[in-house]
């Protein structure tokens, strides 16, 4: 195993002997190729080794025929500052997730911190400083979008205006201050949208005493950009008004790891149904009163796969390309000129399933083998996911 680098760039990067490759594309999900090229962290050729250039690599992985995929986006964490939550009093959250597959996480609020500011000046000033601070701090690499202000009342336009030159490009969970009226919230919605900054709502009962229920007319009337844990986080809308959402709503379906398990399975397969696999992404709500779930985007794949009997390789693209187009992020799909982000998995030992789609079918989450970051290597072996039957080797480096 080679040394773990943790900045610099990658220079080039030859991924060979690849035995499935998963493109986060969820109209193409496997790519007919056995090669990736890496240049400085970025993807320059995909394709057959023979066909190529794979000359002078600084680094060479031998993938023994296992399988990549791109790195895992968690569409819904709740950071503060730090790899350190204060909702469980946890250090080292992120990197740690790092281990099952996450390369890119998406803050719904930094609401977790304590004595969270609540006054308007406060929440433009902490959710400004929560996305430098995560800009310039990236556990083990780690891509921690942050800086999502929790709106309250009393905001105007202006504040969105300034908020949006700062830098902030998300707003916190919507319902989470004193925001909850659904005119109330698509006024800033739409105030948010008009500077670029992208909304996701609250769905369902209370998270925790303090907050409030949003009900499926006020997320219709604030429309914003992604429905939120539209499974409860924890407490779920009933069924039919989930349902009604994916139907009426065009925006993002949010389901969470730390939501409705029954509820999740019926929104998956609304989705199915109405032919809008593509607006189906994955978060764990995490940190949260569950706790931290550093498999969490793993486990909610093979358990939507198995229950929802939709093909892993789909779900796979739930939590990344699908992820990444309407996030508008630069990752998310195996694809030249996308980030290196790369989670490289093999059926866990000793399951069932005989091949790695077919183990996550029947319900097992697979091993991680190597997680890559902007084209570097950030991890070997999980610590955290069942072992992989088969790991990649770094052969130069
Ligand atoms: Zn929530």
């Known amino acids: 195993m080679a040394d773990i680098v943790s900045d610099g760039k990658s220079g080039k990067v030859v991924i060979k002997n690849i035995g499935l490759l998963l493109s986060g594309n969820i109209d193409h999900p496997i790519l007919d190729a056995d090669t990736i090229v890496v240049h400085d962290g970025f993807i320059q050729s995909i394709g057959k080794f023979s066909e190529l250039d794979t000359s002078n690599a600084k680094t060479v992985i031998d993938v023994h025929q296992t399988c990549v995929a791109p790195g895992l986006i968690d569409s819904h964490v709740h950071p503060v500052f730090g790899d350190w939550t204060p909702r469980q009093n946890q250090l080292g959250w992120i990197e740690s997730t790092m281990h099952g597959g996450i390369t890119t996480m998406i803050s719904a609020g930094e609401v977790h911190l304590p004595g969270r500011p609540k006054d308007i000046v406060g929440v433009k000033a902490l959710a400004i400083t929560a996305q430098r601070s995560f800009d310039n701090f990236r556990p083990n690499g780690v891509k921690v979008l942050a800086g999502a202000p929790i709106i309250e009342k009393g905001m105007v336009e202006s504040d969105f205006k300034e908020l949006s030159e700062a830098g902030v490009k998300l707003l916190g969970e919507v319902g989470l201050g004193s925001v909850k009226a659904g005119y109330e919230a698509r006024e800033m919605v739409l105030w948010a949208r008009k500077y670029g900054i992208q909304s996701t709502i609250h769905t369902g009962g209370p998270s925790i005493p303090g907050s409030g229920l949003i009900d499926k007319d006020v997320i219709l009337e604030a429309d914003a950009d992604v429905i939120g844990h539209i499974n409860g986080g924890h407490t779920s809308l009933p069924e039919k008004d989930v349902c009604e959402l994916c139907e009426k709503s065009s925006r993002a379906i949010e389901i969470v790891h730390n939501g409705n398990e029954k509820v999740a399975i019926a929104a998956a397969q609304a989705a199915l149904q109405l032919k809008c696999l593509h607006r189906v992404i994955l978060g764990t709500d995490g940190p949260a009163g569950s706790g931290v779930q550093p498999l969490g985007i793993l486990r909610l794949i093979a358990f939507i796969s198995s229950m929802a009997s939709i093909p892993a390789e789909l779900v796979f693209c739930f939590a990344t390309g699908n992820t990444a187009t309407i996030r508008q992020l630069n990752v998310g799909f195996v694809e030249v000129g996308r980030s290196a982000d790369l989670v490289f998995m093999d059926r866990a030992q000793h399951t069932s399933g005989k091949t790695l789609l077919e183990s996550i079918q029947?319900?097992?989450?697979?091993?991680?083998?190597?997680?890559?970051?902007?084209?570097?290597?950030?991890?070997?072996?999980?610590?955290?996911?069942?072992?992989?039957?088969?790991?990649?080797?770094?052969?130069t480096h």
Request: charged share 20%; proline share 12%.
């Open 362 to 395: 029947l319900g097992d989450i697979p091993g991680v083998g190597m997680v890559m970051i902007d084209g570097i290597v950030r991890c070997g072996r999980s610590r955290n996911t069942p072992p992989a039957t088969q790991v990649p080797e770094v052969l």
